[in-house]
């Protein structure tokens, strides 16, 4: 398994404009068989926006967090902003990539597309199964995308919402069919929003209260919805997150506990180092080394 050589923090690679249409939020590409990937993205990296990668035919592994896929023929394949990835070698392609920004999604045009279960990703899943028909109708719609990503005009950006819509809804049915579950009730969506906060204040905020007076609530009344909705004490759900962070640190960087220690904000190395075992059952240490054998 790949891990950086030198002692910085995991590189983020941000949206980069696309010269041939001067697109600074949205793009889209299709490959043919060739190698389209760059030699830094060998290495474990974050992206600043989201990717989706309809994957028609191709072979290798790729990393998403700590979770390894077997790339399939007529799959989708995709992540957030923010999650660690990895490529272990670079293989011939064909298909198409998808990526868009959280500033495309924050466009008021685009507010029902913020919601969609394949973009909210409730389950953490970033593998879709597609049948025949399913990879049919995804790699039609992905090339009405590309032809009007490719003829900028008075209509394009409308067309390619129009496009991205029925793109992102017709993969959000097929997400809630292969991720079980249904609509949410207001405390679920409670639920999701504490975690959405979670996942933005995490190594800054480390108190269910502190989230509670974000969200304008009492503690009480957020733990007691957050423990009936998730079966987890709501304090449980920012130590997870530490903790996937830790993990993800601890893998894929040459850190020191103590660097990784003050990126989580924990002032003290030695309050971390307790804190990840009561945790996970093992010290930080213990951990990279067994993590780190286990994917030589």
């Known amino acids: 398994m790949y891990t950086l050589s030198s002692k910085q923090p995991v590189p983020v690679y941000p949206f980069e404009r696309d010269m041939v249409t001067g697109s600074s939020s949205f793009t889209i590409a299709r490959s043919e068989g060739g190698l389209p990937y760059?030699?830094?993205?060998?290495?474990?990296?974050?992206?600043?926006?989201?990717?989706?990668?309809?994957?028609?035919?191709?072979?290798g592994r790729h990393w998403v967090d700590m979770t390894p896929y077997e790339r399939k023929d007529n799959t989708l394949y995709f992540s957030a902003p923010d999650q660690i990835l990895v490529k272990e070698a670079p293989t011939p392609f064909w298909g198409t990539q998808l990526t868009f920004t959280t500033e495309f999604l924050a466009l008021q045009q685009h507010a029902a597309l913020r919601e969609l279960p394949l973009v909210q990703n409730p389950h953490n899943g970033h593998e879709l199964l597609l049948t025949v028909a399913d990879g049919a109708f995804v790699e039609d719609i992905l090339a009405k995308l590309e032809t009007e990503y490719r003829h900028p005009g008075e209509w394009q950006h409308r067309m390619l919402t129009a496009h991205l819509t029925v793109l992102l809804t017709y993969l959000s049915r097929l997400y809630t069919e292969q991720f079980t579950g249904a609509e949410?009730?207001?405390?679920?969506?409670?639920?999701?929003?504490?975690q959405a906060k979670i996942e933005e204040c995490f190594r800054e905020l480390h108190e269910v209260s502190a989230y509670a007076s974000q969200l304008h609530l009492s503690a009480g009344?957020?733990?007691?919805?957050?423990?009936?909705?998730?079966?987890?004490?709501?304090?449980?759900?920012?130590?997870?997150?530490?903790?996937?962070?830790?993990?993800?640190?601890?893998?894929?960087?040459?850190?020191?506990?103590?660097?990784?220690?003050?990126?989580?904000?924990?002032?003290?190395?030695?309050?971390?180092n307790r804190f990840f075992k009561r945790e996970t059952g093992l010290t930080p240490a213990e951990y990279r080394t067994a993590i780190r054998k286990m994917y030589q």
């Open 221 to 272: 009344h957020l733990s007691e919805v957050v423990k009936a909705q998730s079966g987890k004490p709501a304090i449980k759900h920012i130590h997870e997150r530490l903790v996937l962070e830790a993990k993800r640190l601890l893998f894929y960087t040459p850190q020191s506990l103590k660097e990784i220690a003050f990126d989580l904000g924990f002032s003290d190395a030695s309050y971390f």
């Open 38 to 59: 760059e030699d830094n993205l060998l290495i474990p990296h974050r992206k600043a926006y989201y990717l989706l990668v309809f994957v028609k035919h191709n072979r």
């Open 184 to 194: 949410p009730s207001a405390d679920q969506r409670l639920l999701k929003t504490y």
